[in-house]
């Protein structure tokens, strides 16, 4: 038992010294192609470079593949394009300044919606309750009453 | 009061929806503006930008004032780009003498790519890089290559809209040079 226990602490401790570079290569930030073209448009198709073909598409691709060699992050690679692209390049534009309207706006939106249903739900409910209450309670004063049979008699007669 | 707030929200909503509708239309809008103009015989003022110039520093179209400058929107995969570098190449000989220069405009081509296609062709003109596409906007640019001709007062005198050949440049950049020294 103690033998296994022993060789069991061996391997923790030279799992735990053996793969150091390993362990810091796969702690850095590193992206794939596949994950940045989905947040990338291409400039000249105006679509996202997961869908984009054609030769300004694929240099898009060459030069984030060159950059994502180097070991950029995302956001490095993003801050790239932006270099030589403009923001226009990315999918989504960055949460600052006139950009800011493209996550407040929907959420406005549908804030406002909803005020509008709190609002106007409690009247279409009374509205629709009124007609009811007309119907069933309102009353023909003796004048009407008497031109209503006058009318009515004409159609009969 | 509050009879009138409610549907004034809902129109305000709605004319913003619309709003953005036909902004968006607009947007994907081919701009032919310069091209009715120039059609009708008038010479619209050439928008100016300041642009970053490959090898640094910036240049604007301002700073060749009084000179003819043939604006040349490219991009190094475009194949009519390829065939028409080396006219363009010999037009810049020509002309610098005479009053007038090339300028380079890279259309979405990255810094490096762009310095490749002058280094390939022997491109000796200031070349800028249109890095938001603002500057080809402001043109109707629609495909690459296009050029505009601008006289001497910052005015577009000519367009090409498509690959260039020398008897294009003989009749709309050769008259606005300053004679040949004899």
Redesign the interface.
């Known amino acids: 038992m103690r033998r296994r226990l022993a060789a069991v602490l061996l391997s923790v401790v030279a799992l735990g010294a053996a793969p150091p570079t390993l362990a810091a290569t796969t702690a850095t930030p590193r992206t794939t192609l596949h994950a940045m073209e989905e947040q990338v448009m291409c400039?000249?198709c105006k679509t996202p470079l997961a869908v984009a073909n054609g030769?300004?598409a694929d240099?898009e691709r060459a030069?984030i593949s060159h950059l994502i060699a180097q070991g950029k992050t995302e956001q490095q690679i993003k801050d790239a394009l932006v270099?030589?692209?403009?923001?226009?390049v990315l999918a989504l534009p960055n949460d600052h300044g006139f950009n800011l309207a493209v996550y407040l706006v929907p959420v406005l939106?549908l804030l406002?919606g909803l005020v509008?249903l709190v609002?106007?739900l409690p009247r279409w409910r009374r509205r629709r309750r009124v007609p009811a209450v007309d119907a069933g309670g309102a009353e023909l004063s003796e004048q009407d009453a008497r031109r209503l049979d006058d009318e009515l008699a004409r159609y009969d007669g | 009061m509050r009879r009138i707030v409610l549907p004034g929200l809902v129109a305000v909503l709605a004319l913003g929806l619309v709003g953005l509708l036909i902004f968006g239309v607009l947007q994907t809008t081919d701009d032919t503006s310069i091209d009715q103009a120039l059609a009708q015989g008038k010479h619209p003022q050439a928008h100016d930008a300041t642009l970053p110039l490959l090898g640094g520093g910036t240049r604007k179209l301002a700073d060749f004032r009084g000179k003819v400058v043939v604006v040349n929107f490219f991009a190094h995969w475009c194949d009519p780009c390829r065939a028409e570098a080396p006219l363009l190449s010999r037009t810049q000989k020509a002309i610098e003498g005479r009053g007038g220069t090339l300028l380079g405009v890279a259309w979405n081509d990255t810094t490096e790519e762009a310095r490749d296609f002058a280094r390939r062709y022997a491109l000796a003109y200031p070349i800028v890089r249109d890095v938001d596409g603002a500057f080809a906007r402001a043109y109707g640019v629609q495909a690459m290559p296009e050029t505009f001709v601008i006289d001497g007062r910052g005015r577009i005198a000519a367009l090409r809209r498509g690959e260039l050949d020398a008897r294009w440049i003989d009749q709309h950049v050769v008259p606005l040079l300053a004679p040949k020294a004899s």
């Open positions: 400039v000249v030769p300004q240099d030069f270099v030589e692209f403009g923001e226009r939106v406002g509008l609002v106007m």
